[in-house]
């Protein structure tokens, strides 16, 4: 079973769309996040969730929203997509903070968005 | 601004050989650095980390120092294995609760 698992793997959108990537682990982990790899192979935080409460919010546009169901699930929802969201997304889970970081996150296998 | 750098995009090793992976950092609030191995298409994987109170933690093949009075970090791998060509990341946290501060990685490559 996979630990992380995120869908879809690839998203081929037109501008202007409205997409949603979801994203789940089954480790028990109380903190979610969700990172971005631009073109650059830069792998920046966007948003962190702990117990389903948004903790993390990084300078990222509001077309961006996150959505925690449930300490499971950190699902991903762009609105009016444009060409410079194209990158790759992942998703990622950690047990939270303190001595816990050293630990490590665990990460999904990515999403590839290309906006066109 | 980037507070963690890795200044080498990529590191060529024959295979045996010890590779050194080396990650610079700006913020001396840091506590904790982890090193992550990714392989094309997939998400990085975490491979060891270093509580800033220690200056070297092993695991198997891999090491890493920590110097915090140079802020900076390496990863040794010994001996270097095919396998571990990939690309590696360093990363920081500690000075914004749960989040990663990453490097742009190192792509690694073993040769036979």
């Known amino acids: 079973d996979t630990a992380v698992s995120q869908t879809p793997k690839y998203l081929v959108t037109q501008m202007g769309n409205d997409k949603s990537i979801k994203c789940e682990q089954n480790l028990g982990h109380d903190t979610m996040y969700w990172y971005k790899q631009d073109s650059k192979k830069f792998l920046k935080i966007m948003f962190s969730?702990?117990?389903?409460?948004?903790?993390i919010n990084e300078t990222v546009p509001n077309r961006f929203s996150p959505k925690s169901p449930d300490k499971a699930h950190l699902n991903l929802h762009i609105n009016s997509l444009e060409l410079g969201d194209s990158a790759v997304y992942f998703c990622?889970?950690?047990?939270?903070?303190?001595?816990?970081?050293?630990?490590?996150?665990?990460f999904g296998s990515g999403t590839r968005l290309t906006v066109v | 601004d980037q507070q963690v750098k890795q200044n080498s995009p990529s590191l060529s090793v024959q295979e045996g050989r010890i590779s050194i992976l080396n990650c610079d950092y700006t913020n001396s609030m840091f506590d904790y650095f982890l090193w992550y191995k990714k392989y094309p298409a997939e998400g990085p994987t975490f491979l060891i980390s270093i509580s800033s109170i220690k200056d070297k933690n092993e695991d198997g093949r891999f090491t890493v120092f920590l110097n915090k009075s140079a802020k900076h970090l390496s990863l040794h791998i010994v001996p270097s294995q095919p396998g571990d060509s990939a690309v590696y990341f360093c990363?920081?946290?500690?000075?914004?609760?749960?989040?990663?501060?990453f490097g742009k990685g190192t792509s690694l490559l073993v040769t036979p």
């Open positions: 990622a889970s950690s047990h939270g903070t303190g001595a816990f970081v050293s630990r490590g996150y665990t």
């Open positions: 990363a920081a946290s500690g000075d914004s609760g749960y989040a990663l501060n």
């Open positions: 969730y702990n117990n389903k409460e948004l903790i």
